[in-house]
């Protein structure tokens, strides 16, 4: 129990080793042998994952926990009562507003290596699989950080992914074009903290929902970030075609600070009591 942080953390790195794999294997298949054959290569692979996930999978043991009333937080008793909740709601645009900007990130980011800063469509392909990995360790880091050094605080952490996620948007707003070298760590750490956020958020909702309502409250939330996940690439994708990159990143740069502002008025000792 006093370890769910960094167990969400590691269990959500799976997006982001399929995004490394990705990044770093279909441009070149494609360019080798046409588009065609990357999506079939797709396609396989997930016959492939899902036969092999069914056979496999076992749904764990129901093990007793006599000590867990004691150190997993009341939470709310009802959905009327869930849907009222300030700090819920909160959450939940914080977590729409990073989900803006990893999405961005993910739809366009070669996009701006290859027109914007000229690099190859190899090399941007694994800058996107560099920045994936960014993510791979920024989730269960953060689990970590929020697990061990903050005292199971996951506001904090979450706040400090999504400044580090502002800093590293406007650090692309103003230079990124010209960045040269320094784009690489610009975009790790970028990937560490866009990506990397997502399983300290499914934990701080866990937790302020409580085990009665964690379900629901899990659901909501997860259509406020679907909508950031949708809107992100279309806003980004549209800022670019009006006014360029320039303006693209520093909208990513204001979500990042939505992020931030909205978690600092989330009562995260509420799921203490």
């Excluded at 749904?59 to 007793?64: A, C, G, T």
């Excluded at 800058?127 to 050094?149: E, F, I, Q, W, Y």
């Excluded at 952490?157 to 650090?171: I, K, R, Y």
């Excluded at 009665?212 to 909508?227: D, H, K, Q, R, S």
């Amino acid at each position: 129990l006093r370890e769910r942080a960094t167990v969400m953390g590691v269990k959500q790195t799976g997006v982001n080793v399929g995004g490394i794999i990705a990044g770093a294997m279909l441009p070149p298949i494609a360019f080798a042998l046409g588009w065609r054959a990357g999506f079939m290569v797709l396609g396989v692979l997930a016959i492939v994952i899902g036969i092999v996930s069914f056979i496999l999978y076992k749904d764990p043991p129901q093990v007793s926990q006599p000590d867990a009333a004691t150190t997993v937080p009341a939470g709310f008793k009802s959905v009327r009562e869930l849907f009222k909740s300030r700090d819920l709601w909160l959450v939940g645009i914080a977590g729409l507003s990073l989900a803006v900007v990893e999405f961005a990130v993910m739809a366009h980011l070669v996009l701006f290596l290859t027109e914007a800063v000229f690099f190859s469509a190899v090399t941007a392909g694994m800058l996107l699989a560099m920045t994936n990995a960014g993510g791979v360790v920024g989730k269960p880091g953060s689990g970590l950080l929020s697990d061990r050094v903050f005292g199971g605080s996951r506001r904090k952490v979450f706040m400090l992914w999504g400044g580090l996620a502002a800093v590293m948007c406007a650090l692309l707003t103003v230079w990124g074009e010209s960045l040269s070298w320094g784009i690489y760590p610009v975009l790790i750490i970028l990937g560490v903290s866009a990506i990397g956020w997502g399983g300290v958020h499914l934990t701080l909702v866990a937790e302020l929902a409580g085990r009665e309502m964690v379900g629901t409250a899990t659901g909501a939330t997860a259509v406020l970030v679907n909508v950031g996940t949708l809107t992100g690439p279309l806003l980004f994708g549209s800022l670019v075609d009006v006014s360029g990159y320039r303006s693209a990143w520093l909208s990513l740069t204001i979500f990042s600070v939505v992020c931030v502002v909205a978690l600092l008025f989330v009562r995260e000792d509420r799921s203490k009591r």
